[in-house]
């Protein structure tokens, strides 16, 4: 839902009721900035949080969120085993395992691809059908060609996600300028696009990653 009007003015109660109705498993947000009196600092390191609390030393006492998860140590230093991808299940709460996926590279899939359980089952399974995908160690996955793909000592090459709680929200709706003058000279159109969009977990217990020891 583009909610760039609601950086300029707070949402009804009739609106957020009407919200809820359409919405009923929707999570709880609120826009930050001037219209909430609210910031949000995002630090990605321990190093940078570090050099945050050299300037805010009360830092500990601001509500603070973590984003996803790290797992599971029983793997090489290059490559993962079907005991690490089967602490990583059990690593997630019961409650968030209902929707996970899984999400490799393909070439972590070649990999995976091959990999038995201690009884010499493979721990990829065949789909029955499209409603029925193929699935490890029961949850089915997904490949994207953006996920790491370089194995060593203390990477992470996997996760187990439950998307439901991962957040994609438009800050800016899309806006294109048109340059009639610019390019006159040449009988040409310019156009300038702009969009602001980001992604972030919501909550933590969704996520479980898999490093390499």
């Not at 929707?99 to 490799?104: P, Q």
């Not at 390019?183 to 969009?195: I, P, S």
């Amino acid at each position: 839902m583009p909610w760039s009007e609601f950086q300029k003015r707070k949402a009804t109660p009739e609106e957020i009721k009407e919200w809820w109705k359409k919405w009923p498993d929707a999570n709880v947000a609120i826009v930050t900035g001037e219209i909430s009196k609210v910031s949000v600092v995002d630090i990605d390191s321990t190093e940078g949080q570090k050099e945050f609390l050299k300037f805010f030393p009360d830092y500990q006492i601001i509500p603070t969120a973590n984003t996803p998860h790290g797992c599971c140590t029983n793997a090489t230093q290059t490559a993962m085993t079907s005991d690490q991808l089967i602490e990583v299940v059990w690593t997630m709460k019961a409650q968030y395992l209902k929707g996970a996926r899984w999400l490799f590279h393909r070439n972590a899939m070649t990999k995976i691809r091959k990999m038995k359980t201690g009884e010499g089952d493979y721990i990829w399974r065949m789909g029955l059908s499209d409603s029925k995908p193929d699935t490890i160690l029961g949850f089915p996955y997904d490949e994207s060609e953006y996920c790491p793909n370089v194995f060593t000592s203390g990477r992470y090459v996997d996760i187990l996600a439950n998307w439901k709680y991962y957040w994609i929200v438009d800050a800016l709706d899309m806006e294109i300028q048109v340059l009639t003058e610019f390019f006159a000279a040449t009988n040409e159109n310019g156009y300038v696009a702009r969009k602001e969009t980001d992604g972030a977990a919501i909550l933590e217990d969704g996520f479980v990653r898999v490093k390499l020891a």
